[in-house]
């Protein structure tokens, strides 16, 4: 009966759990963008070359999503 109303549930609202997705995974990018951030600076004390190139390039690409989504769909997300 449990998996018949989660079902039913979902299915009826599927836009709003589409909603509430985007909004978590935009909130969960956001602060791993942040958390590379700190390692390319943690990077850059300890000399580490690879170290400050992946962590860079994390944060440029999750900072860049977070950013885009902010500014297309606004915060929170709202989907059309």
């Not at 989660?6 to 589409?18: D, G, L, Q």
């Not at 997705?21 to 850059?44: D, E, H, N, P, R």
Request: hydrophobic share 60%; proline share 2%.
């Amino acid at each position: 009966i449990g998996g018949i109303l989660f079902a039913t549930f979902f299915f009826i609202n599927v836009e709003r759990s589409a909603y509430i997705m985007s909004w978590i995974l935009m909130i969960i990018f956001g602060i791993l963008a942040i958390i590379c951030v700190v390692g390319t600076f943690q990077g850059i004390k300890q000399k580490n070359i690879l170290s400050i190139g992946f962590h860079f390039a994390g944060a440029a690409i999750l900072g860049w999503f977070v950013i885009m989504t902010v500014l297309n769909s606004g915060y929170p997300p709202v989907h059309h």
